[in-house]
């Protein structure tokens, strides 16, 4: 890990400069933030009871009393739901805004991963440009070597021609790949959120990593994709502790009172006193399957998460087998081209010596220069493949 950690130490500060600037701007990671805070702020909502009751009626025809008239009624009335409800509630919304924080986290670990593609197909390019540059300065040397020997009567015009043709072709695959960098320029400033058209900078060169990082399966369990699944579970559990609080009996107070007239035809004791009455409800419910019916749902829906878990889980695993072998390819490539890379220098150095006893052949020369090319283009492919698949790698692994 330390290997891998050194080798890419010297691009990843640019790299991340950029990642931190898209999760910054990003509209995708402001969406799925915005939602996490809206789920936070249910855990407040959930802190309620019931509306209390208030009412007021008039006796248009006045019921008489031993005390006398009745003229009104006023009643106020409170419903508190079984003990624990309102902390069960909260606990369920809760856990909801977890599942929903996990999403942000996803979200961030995605557009990291796609930055990260986008910066080192870019180094690509740039890569093959500044080869094709070295190699077109190559072929004007070996152009100069010709017209020397055309004059002395050991080349003809032809081989200048042909060196000539090459080039232009080199140019041509430079220009194509300007091009094509515009469009993953255009791409990745899309990600952070900015001018299509405004200039990214990567490294010059990488390094292929003296050892692979040491990787273990079981760190797929703590990828986001998987813990979203297990909030997903707990709130699903924290919902049916609420469904079997809801099913408990609700109780409420109340009070009522009713304002009394005075008798004018006779004087007695508490004449004329009003009514004060203190009540107490409760509600049962009896004949309410409903809750019956969650419960059931619930436990229903926890076996879904749980398959879908283990269908997530198995996908992963194939994708980081599947991932880790195309490293490992890309590795071997690039090791094979490096090893050609030398053979092939070498034969040009004997190119190089044929030259200086005056018996240079210029298809050689153009066959070894392809060769060269050919190498190096695939060496660059094969080192942007390898931290392709090691950014992919991080995605699926790291917490």
Not at 28 to 50: C, G, H, M, T
Not at 281 to 301: A, E, G, V
């Amino acid at each position: 890990m330390l290997f891998l950690i050194f080798s890419i130490s010297a691009q990843s500060q640019n790299l991340q400069t950029y990642i931190d600037e898209a999760i910054s701007n990003s509209p995708e990671i402001q969406k799925f933030q915005l939602r996490y805070d809206i789920s936070s702020e249910k855990v407040n909502e959930a802190n309620w009871i019931p509306n209390t009751e208030v009412s007021a009626g008039y006796f248009v025809s006045e019921p008489e009393t031993r005390v006398g008239a009745q003229r009104a009624r006023f009643s106020v009335k409170q419903m508190l739901p079984w003990f624990g409800t309102i902390t069960a509630r909260e606990n369920y919304a809760s856990s909801m805004a977890d599942a929903d924080y996990v999403e942000v986290t996803i979200a961030k670990r995605k557009l990291a991963l796609s930055v990260s593609q986008f910066y080192y197909q870019l180094y690509e390019i740039r890569a093959k440009q500044l080869v094709l540059d070295q190699n077109i300065e190559l072929l004007q040397t070996y152009e100069r070597l010709a017209l020397t020997s055309v004059e002395v009567g050991k080349a003809s015009a032809v081989d200048v021609l042909r060196l000539q043709i090459r080039q232009n072709e080199l140019q041509q695959e430079k220009e194509v790949l300007t091009q094509q960098s515009k469009g993953i320029q255009a791409a990745m400033n899309s990600l952070l959120n900015r001018n299509y058209d405004k200039d990214i900078t990567v490294v010059d060169s990488l390094d292929m990593p003296m050892e692979d990082m040491q990787l273990s399966f079981d760190s797929l369990s703590l990828n986001p994709e998987l813990l979203k699944y297990d909030k997903l579970y707990e709130s699903v559990t924290q919902s049916e502790l609420l469904n079997l609080r809801e099913a408990q009996p609700m109780f409420g107070f109340g009070l009522d009172y009713i304002p009394v007239s005075e008798r004018t035809d006779m004087n007695m004791i508490d004449n004329g006193k009003d009514i004060v009455m203190p009540m107490f409800s409760i509600t049962i419910p009896i004949f309410n399957n409903r809750y019956k019916s969650i419960t059931k749902q619930n436990d229903l829906r926890q076996q879904e998460i749980q398959s879908q878990k283990d269908e997530r889980l198995n996908m992963l695993e194939s994708d980081l087998a599947r991932t880790i072998s195309q490293r490992n390819q890309a590795r071997i490539k690039f090791n094979t081209q490096q090893k050609n890379l030398e053979q092939a220098e070498q034969a040009e150095e004997i190119l190089i010596k044929n030259y200086e006893t005056g018996t240079i052949d210029f298809n050689d020369v153009l066959d070894i220069q392809e060769l060269q090319l050919k190498f190096q283009l695939q060496q660059i492919e094969a080192l942007k493949n390898y931290y392709v698949q090691s950014a992919v790698i991080n995605y699926l692994t790291n917490s």
